[in-house]
């Protein structure tokens, strides 16, 4: 079974541009999260699509950070402008359902590691 | 405040013998702990779960520990291998949404 995967692995930009990030989940899963981690920190939820829908943004930062997973399946992750302290991993993460208990686990690609400079 | 935290940040323990990595909450309306191990430059990977109707669910050299009443949690790891160092996280599921809340992380080392 393929994993979920994740790209670019790294990214270096400046202060003040953009930067995408993309993820496509494990076949049929219909939950798919973002998370931040910070080094040194655990991840940080910031978004949670059920299919196509947003079931949680609650700790997205709206004002520069956006999120989009159109048909259900890939996803994409936005920052603009980005600042300093978004220097972090972003996580995706995939389960084949999400608000039913038990729930299935959650498997996570490896991650896009951005630096802002 | 929605939070799982851990006792010690980094534990050192030699190869074959037990760890214990231990985690409080302070949710007691969470319903489901899940324990991570994240190698390094790899995402969180899923190592066991525990419903909060349980105290103790059993893998493969793993085990799990809750108590309720002091909102503890806690992760064995029976004669560690060096394949064994990462950091560990516990996370919290909550039955009303299915978002995971992690904790901070313990590093653990493996003395040869």
């Known amino acids: 079974e393929a994993g979920v995967a994740q790209s670019p692995r790294y990214k270096i930009i400046e202060k003040r541009q953009s930067v995408a990030f993309w993820c496509n989940p494990i076949s049929g899963h219909a939950t798919l999260y973002w998370y931040q981690q910070i080094l040194g920190q655990g991840p940080k939820l910031l978004i949670q699509?059920?299919?196509?829908?947003?079931?949680?943004d609650s700790q997205l930062p709206k004002d520069r950070f956006s999120a989009e997973r159109l048909k259900g399946v890939d996803s994409t992750l936005k920052i603009q402008p980005a600042k300093l302290e978004d220097s972090a991993v972003y996580l995706c993460?995939?389960?084949?359902?999400?608000?039913?208990?038990?729930?299935?686990?959650?498997?996570f690609g490896q991650g896009t590691r951005l630096t802002v400079v | 405040g929605e939070s799982v935290g851990l006792h010690l940040p980094t534990l050192s323990v030699q190869e074959g013998d037990n760890s214990i990595i231990n985690c409080a909450y302070s949710n007691s309306a969470s319903d489901y702990f899940i324990w991570y191990k994240q190698e390094s430059g790899k995402g969180p990977q899923f190592i066991i779960d525990i419903r909060s109707n349980m105290d103790k669910r059993q893998g493969q050299r793993v085990t799990v520990l809750l108590n309720k009443t002091v909102k503890h949690l806690s992760l064995q790891i029976a004669a560690t291998q060096p394949g064994d160092s990462a950091v560990y996280f516990c996370?919290?599921?909550?039955?009303?949404?299915?978002?995971?809340?992690f904790g901070s992380g313990t590093r653990l080392s493996i003395r040869p």
């Open positions: 699509f059920q299919n196509n829908g947003v079931v949680d």
């Open positions: 996370a919290e599921k909550y039955s009303s949404a299915s978002k995971i809340i």
């Open positions: 993460a995939s389960t084949l359902r999400g608000n039913e208990l038990p729930n299935t686990e959650a498997f």
